[in-house]
């Protein structure tokens, strides 16, 4: 079955400090990869995307993520985080082998970033 | 554009209630998608519609329906709530095109007592 998994489901980190996630897909052929972050009584929103081209895509805030074809990762990077960066992180992947764009989700990561 | 719009904003139902949580958006996408979040578990599909007149189960179709009444609007309904059902559930739809990204709504915080 086609899954997403985050390694991390919980990580507490100062300012300052640097910040990666893990994400790891099972195999399903091209895929499209994206990160949301839903801040505390938010929605989600897109932080970054990766269709095709360099693996290294940049997203809002800071943000940037490398997609490694060969460990199907995705993991999302920050050099220095800080409080506001306090939230839920989810990977998500579309394996266009399906065709119908659904979404599969990681479980979610909550970052909380002390002052 | 007020992108994906989801009424109501929170929700208490008792067990065995019925009610239908509604889904709009107006940014003339093609598909449109029903999830549940709860903690620890991601967001798991419920159901979706690739197109309108179409609709297809997700990962957990169980207790739900959904009809997508327009291209517009795409709406889920619990038949008889059970408590199981507790969870925040987001809307979302896309644009059939190269461009695969989702727009979600900002939620339905449903309590099932």
């Known amino acids: 079955a086609q899954s997403v998994s985050q390694h991390n489901h919980h990580v507490i980190l100062s300012e300052a400090a640097s910040l990666e996630l893990g994400c790891n897909y099972s195999?399903?052929?091209?895929?499209?990869l994206f990160w949301y972050v839903q801040y505390p009584g938010q929605h989600l929103q897109l932080l970054l995307k990766?269709?095709?081209?360099?693996?290294l895509v940049k997203g809002i805030k800071g943000f940037e993520a490398e997609f490694i074809k060969s460990k199907f990762s995705f993991n999302l990077r920050k050099p220095s985080v800080q409080w506001s960066d306090t939230a839920e992180y989810f990977c998500a992947v579309i394996f266009l082998s399906s065709n119908t764009g659904k979404l599969i989700f990681g479980q979610g990561t909550t970052l909380q970033v002390k002052p | 554009n007020a992108g994906v719009t989801q009424t109501p904003k929170f929700q208490v139902l008792k067990t065995g209630q019925s009610m239908t949580l509604q889904c709009a958006q107006d940014m003339n996408h093609n598909s449109m998608y029903w999830y549940r979040q709860d903690p620890g578990m991601g967001l798991r599909l419920i159901y979706y519609?690739?197109?309108?007149?179409?609709?297809d189960k997700g990962e957990v179709p169980n207790g739900y329906n959904v009809s997508r009444l327009n291209k517009r609007e795409f709406s889920l309904r619990l038949e008889s709530a059970a408590p199981s059902q507790t969870s925040v559930y987001f809307c979302a739809s896309r644009y059939i095109g190269s461009v695969n990204e989702q727009f979600f709504g900002p939620g339905t915080r449903l309590t099932v007592l």
């Open positions: 990766y269709f095709s081209g360099d693996p």
């Open positions: 519609s690739a197109s309108e007149g179409t609709t």
């Open positions: 195999y399903g052929g091209t895929v499209n």
